[in-house]
């Protein structure tokens, strides 16, 4: 079974920096994109508007968050990545201290 999470994050309020940031993730590094898939998550999407980033993932029964951290903690390329985009990448005003993207509460569904 498929379960979606929602989750939010801000971008530095620059224009060059945005475009950049765009530009990294028009072709993420295949590392990337294995330990994103190899942690159970089926799709993923970003969206932004302004600074403002909007991630869905829709995952398996396998994901977990917990796991996802250690195995992204134990992973050289995705600590490298991570590192690079923060350079992009700020912390919502509200999140707690080392919290990055920050899991959106579901308020609303048509169904």
């Known amino acids: 079974m498929t379960k979606r999470y ?3 994050l801000d971008l530095i309020d620059d224009a060059a920096l945005i475009a950049v940031y765009e530009q990294w993730h028009e072709h993420i590094w295949p590392e990337i994109k294995e330990s994103i898939v190899s942690a ?7 969206y932004r508007v302004s600074n403002r980033l909007f991630m869905i993932m ?3 029964d396998s994901f977990s968050f917990e ?4 195995a992204d903690a134990a ?10 985009m923060w350079n992009f990448q700020q912390a919502l005003p509200f999140a707690k201290p080392g919290e ?12």
């Open 67 to 70: 796991a996802k951290a250690k």
């Open 100 to 111: 990055k993207w920050v899991l959106m509460n579901k308020i609303f569904s048509l169904q």
């Open 58 to 60: 829709d995952v398996n």
């Open 75 to 84: 992973n050289e390329k995705v600590q490298e990545w991570e590192t690079l």
């Open 6 to 8: 929602c989750l939010a």
């Open 40 to 46: 159970g998550i089926e799709q993923m999407e970003i």
